[in-house]
């Protein structure tokens, strides 16, 4: 009961209370949200702060930045949606602040096409070389399982892509990844398609911000390429997974493309099924499939391959 009477009073008091309905339209820095609500960081900070503490809101930092949200289970998130829900749609303070959390959303949206606009022609050169990606998705899928999955967790969320194709069998997916410009085009992605059970947050894979055996799917995809160190990658995707969970790795087949290497920073040039295998029986868990995807189009250089690994129950 204390605990519940410490949400009632954090949330009232108006400006905790349009944060509140902020947050439940995505993630927010302390700085976009005093753009929004025209007060001072400070001022901002302790409200946050008290939000937080109430279990209504969560602290996301990420490199120099710290996102907020509203928290992601419990009588908490609940609360605060209801308090939205119950919020007039005509309120002039709420249209103004969802006025401006357009602007801030589309210059975020404008900051992220900038850097893709600049990768772009890289990008689409490297993606001549292997698969659709349509197919590959189709097979992550079949080889998944059907789910429902309570979590999901991509490791190297990239542009969200890999949790919107998962999104009709989670309660929960988050990706992850160090890039904070494709963390940006990821939001956006995921709010686009109003997928708010999705999330991301700024993580390295080798030190994945989750308890262990929390998710019972993580996806890699074309990630482990980049790596110093794929090994330690798959063992830390594997403390995360649940016993009876899969681990589902997507990635180049070996190749001579040694322009990969020297204009992309590719660090492997592909992996071999008997180092992916090692590999995943070293984080103790089992080789279940492995599928090769030959590219179909002329000139198609690139083989992609899936290898499914799950975690003895």
């Known amino acids: 009961m204390d605990s519940l009477v410490a949400q009632l009073k954090a949330l009232a008091e ?43 809101a969560e602290r996301l930092p990420e490199g120099a930045y710290v996102f907020y949200r509203l928290t992601e289970a419990g009588g908490g998130r609940r609360l605060a949606q209801m308090a939205n829900d119950l919020l007039p749609e005509e309120d002039p303070v709420m249209t103004r602040d969802f006025s401006r959390l357009e602007a801030i959303k589309q210059s975020r949206a404008d900051a992220a096409q900038a850097y893709f606009e600049s990768v772009a022609e890289d990008w689409d050169r490297i993606r001549s070389f292997h698969l659709a990606d349509h197919e590959v998705e189709a097979a992550m899928r079949k080889l998944a399982g059907d789910g429902p999955f309570d979590l999901m967790i991509d490791v190297g969320v990239g542009t969200g892509r890999v949790l919107e194709v998962f999104s009709d069998r989670l309660k929960r997916g988050i990706g992850v990844d160090i890039n904070h410009s494709m963390l940006n085009m990821a939001r956006l992605n995921l709010e686009k398609a109003g997928l708010r059970h999705c999330s991301v947050r700024h993580a390295d894979v080798g030190a994945l911000p989750f308890d262990t055996s929390a998710a019972d799917l993580v996806t890699v995809h074309q990630v482990l390429h980049y790596l110093e160190d794929p090994g330690l990658a798959v063992e830390e995707c594997a403390r995360v997974l649940k016993p009876g969970g899969n681990l589902l790795i997507v990635d180049f087949a070996p190749h001579q493309l040694e322009t990969l290497r020297e204009d992309h920073y590719h660090r492997r040039l592909g992996f071999s099924d008997e180092e992916m295998r090692s590999w995943i029986e070293s984080a103790g868990l089992k080789l279940s499939e492995q599928v090769a995807l030959h590219p179909e189009e002329p000139g198609g250089q690139l083989t992609m391959k899936i290898w499914v690994a799950a975690k003895p129950a």
């Open 14 to 56: 108006p400006t905790r209370l349009r944060i509140t309905a902020l947050l439940s339209r995505g993630e927010l820095t302390v700085s976009e949200l005093v753009q929004i609500l025209g007060q001072s960081q400070p001022r901002v900070s302790r409200h946050l702060k008290l939000l937080t503490e109430a279990g209504l």
